[in-house]
């Protein structure tokens, strides 16, 4: 079983970046696709983005292409979502999940799919 930590969340200004970290440890990170969510208050948790195993492929929340990126560096058994303009709507706490395999439909991150979660970090977007 993977421990998962994130890191990174904090305050910031609409438009503003953050760059959340996902660390593993209990097992190489290479066998697991990662996905990004986030819960905002009063809301139910949401898929962010996904990404491979090998990092050869990501896929996206509508509200989020073009702003957000999920990359990893498994070397580090670390995953990466960088937030770029912010706005206050993505104000929530955000988790970092694996799934052994490919999670499918892979556009659609499905929650049910990733098996091992972390404690999540919260991001707020306010002036």
């Known amino acids: 079983q993977l421990h998962i930590v994130e890191s990174g969340g904090g305050l910031v200004q609409p438009g503003g970046s953050l760059r959340l970290s996902c660390t593993a440890s209990?097992?190489?990170?290479?066998?697991?696709?990662m996905g990004w969510f986030r819960q905002a208050p009063g809301k139910e948790r949401e898929g962010v983005g996904c990404?491979?195993?090998?990092?050869?492929?990501?896929s996206y929340v509508d509200a989020v292409k073009g702003r957000f990126t999920i990359s990893r560096d498994n070397a580090k058994n670390t995953v990466y979502l960088q937030m770029n303009s912010l706005e206050p709507e993505d104000t929530a706490t955000y988790y970092c999940?694996?799934?052994?395999?490919?999670?499918?439909?892979?556009?659609?991150?499905?929650?049910?799919?990733?098996?091992?979660w972390g404690q999540g970090t919260q991001v707020t977007v306010s002036e």
């Open positions: 990404i491979t195993n090998t990092g050869s492929t990501t």
């Open positions: 209990g097992g190489p990170l290479n066998y697991f696709a």
């Open positions: 999940a694996a799934a052994r395999g490919t999670p499918l439909p892979f556009s659609a991150c499905p929650e049910e799919q990733f098996g091992s």
